[in-house]
Nanobody, 123 residues
Framework: QVQLVESGGGLVQAGGSLRLSCAAS????????MGWFRQAPGKEREIVAA????????YYTEDVKGRFTISRDNAKKTVDLRMNSLKPEDTAVYYC????????????????WGQGTQVTVSS
């Protein structure tokens, strides 16, 4: 059974930082593309960042470029999202996801999802 477990969410003031981590039980983790998505109340789930199977390619949605960094450790089967200069509009539930494709920036590409972790940024 595939499990993706997110951690690291919480409440932070605007301008602060958080580091989200996702631990995966995928047997062939190193062959999966990984992504972080977020969903704010009343909004669609949107991609935040994605990273290819070997970490060689990354994608960021325009809103987070220069502030967020996605990384992965294939030996530990983890993918992290470092979030700096957080804004109130970053408030959402953040989800980790895995795709059998080697890399994916589209929500429909992803096969497995975590339960999500809440990130709240106060002004």
């Amino acid at each position: 059974q595939v499990q993706l477990v997110e951690s690291g969410g919480g409440l932070v003031q605007a301008g602060g930082s958080l580091r989200l981590s996702c631990a995966a039980s995928l047997i062939l983790f190193s062959t999966y593309g990984m992504g972080w998505f977020r969903q704010a109340p009343g909004k669609e789930r949107e991609i935040v960042a994605a990273i290819s199977w070997n970490g060689g390619s990354t994608y960021y949605t325009e809103d987070v470029k220069g502030r967020f960094t996605i990384s992965r450790d294939n030996a530990k089967k983890t993918v992290d999202l470092r979030m700096n200069s957080l804004k109130p509009e970053d408030t959402a539930v953040y989800y980790c996801a895995a795709t059998r494709d080697l890399y994916g920036a589209s929500r429909s590409t992803y096969n497995y999802w975590g339960q999500g972790t809440q990130v709240t940024v106060s002004s």
